[in-house]
């Protein structure tokens, strides 16, 4: 089975805890005997951000697995080689470990996780690995089945493909410019509402080119992660820190500029 590591943690002198994300099962969280110290089986297997193959074998506790064995199938080493690439990944593995059940598939959700930490990988301008980062955050939010309503206002019902200045609430949608402004909205330009709805329903395939204006990505990211703690419940620390090292970068104008 495939899966791609969110989390490690230490237990006691030599094991490890593994949290992984999983197609056939969503999360699922495995002890690997050893881990700690195993310079054979596991050496420089068990990364956050590996997708491994990996066998697991059931333990008495039917949400605990046992690592058998596990190999590197991506390492996602561009990641590494960059922190601003490895910041901007942070809300993936976050977001699958926070925001899914345990043992429970999510179809589409592993595909969408490898393909955004395909692109930053690649790594690129701010604006590139923002877009990434906020089509994960909107397609998520639709393949777990909180999906922003993008077609009408929340409030009014109203359809609001033709209108202009819409903005965004943390009640899950769109409200036009006819409805009382609420206090936990977002200005919404057209092209980002349209940018919303695209990231949701493309091809995957195809999403690799789909890209959002600089200008309109702090508006994307600012309420995507608002949207994204109110779901979860509490803080996103990971999410915090992507996106505040992308909104710097953008706001930056040049590439060493020391405000970063
Ligand atoms: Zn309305």
Not at 140 to 146: I, T
Not at 197 to 223: I, V
Request: proline share 6%; glycine share 10%.
């Amino acid at each position: 089975m495939d899966g791609l590591v969110l989390r490690l943690r230490s237990l006691g002198e030599s094991d490890l805890m593994l949290d992984v994300f999983t197609s056939s099962m969503g999360r699922m969280t495995a002890l690997a005997k050893g881990g700690k110290r195993s310079k054979q089986r596991f050496f420089g297997v068990l990364l956050a951000g590996h997708l491994l193959e990996m066998n697991l074998e059931a333990t008495k506790s039917p949400d605990l697995w046992r690592l058998g064995s596990a190999r590197v199938r991506a390492s996602h080493l561009g990641l590494r080689l960059d922190y601003r690439r490895l910041l901007a990944a942070g809300p993936v593995l976050e977001l699958l470990l926070r925001a899914t059940p345990l043992q429970a598939p999510q179809t589409g959700a592993l595909e969408l996780a490898l393909a955004t930490l395909a692109r930053l990988e690649q790594g690129g301008d701010p604006t590139e690995m923002g877009s990434a980062v906020a089509i994960f955050l909107a397609r998520l939010l639709d393949l777990l089945g909180y999906g922003l309503n993008l077609q009408a206002c929340l409030h009014c019902g109203r359809p609001v493909e033709q209108m202009k200045s819409l903005r965004l609430t943390l009640g899950g949608g769109v409200v036009c410019p006819a409805c009382p402004a609420g206090h936990r909205e977002h200005s919404a330009p057209p092209g980002l509402v349209k940018f919303l709805a695209a990231a949701r329903s493309m091809e995957p395939r195809s999403l690799a080119r789909l890209r959002l204006p600089a200008s309109q990505l702090p508006l994307a990211l600012g309420f995507l992660a608002d949207f994204w703690r109110e779901v979860v419940g509490h803080d996103l620390p990971s999410l915090g820190l992507a996106l505040r090292s992308l909104r710097g970068r953008s706001a930056a104008p040049a590439a060493n500029s020391p405000r970063r």
